[in-house]
């Protein structure tokens, strides 16, 4: 029987027609303002030893240049046996990495660690979601940045999904 493909989903951005609510922008409101929106996935690949997680608007435009993506969150060493992460999981600090074992969230476009949710110039920003599958943890360090990931995790994929979500 075949394995079924690793997926990525997220209810409330399927449930608003694949757009990213406020509450997990920096546009969102009171307590309800710029979380982590809750994620699951399904599929992961047999001998996955660990997860990864890269967020991070395709669409922002740079002065200097048309389009560089812009981080949002990046997280390494997410335990093969999870199944997501609840709303509001970034910045959750020790209680968090010490639930998920070694998960390391790492630094965003803001230089600040986990997750910081858009406010781009306009609307219509597409904002990617990227979940990696991977034959081993990662080794990156205190500081951990999507090009170190990236770099680090080049030749051990074993399987990816994308979720793509419209603010």
């Known amino acids: 029987m075949a394995q079924e493909s690793l997926r990525l989903v997220s209810h ?55 389009v560089v993506p812009w981080t949002h969150w990046v997280v390494a060493n997410i335990p093969p046996d999870t199944k997501g992460f ?34 781009p110039p306009s609307h219509g920003h597409r904002i990617q979601f990227k979940l990696y599958a991977l034959d081993d943890e990662v080794r990156l360090g205190n500081k951990v940045t999507k090009d170190k990931l990236l770099d680090a995790i080049e030749g051990h994929v074993l399987g990816e999904a994308e979720l793509i979500a419209v603010y």
């Open 86 to 119: 609840p709303e509001g999981f970034s910045g959750q600090g020790g209680a968090a990495s010490a639930a998920a074992g070694g998960l390391q969230e790492g630094i965003n476009d803001w230089k600040q660690p986990g997750w910081r949710g858009p406010v």
């Open 12 to 66: 409330p951005i399927a449930a608003h027609d694949g757009r990213l609510p406020r509450q997990y922008t920096a546009e969102g409101q009171g307590a309800k303002k710029d979380m982590s929106p809750p994620l699951e996935w399904y599929g992961v690949p047999e001998g996955t030893r660990s997860l990864a997680l890269v967020v991070q608007d395709i669409d922002a435009p740079d002065p200097e240049g048309p």
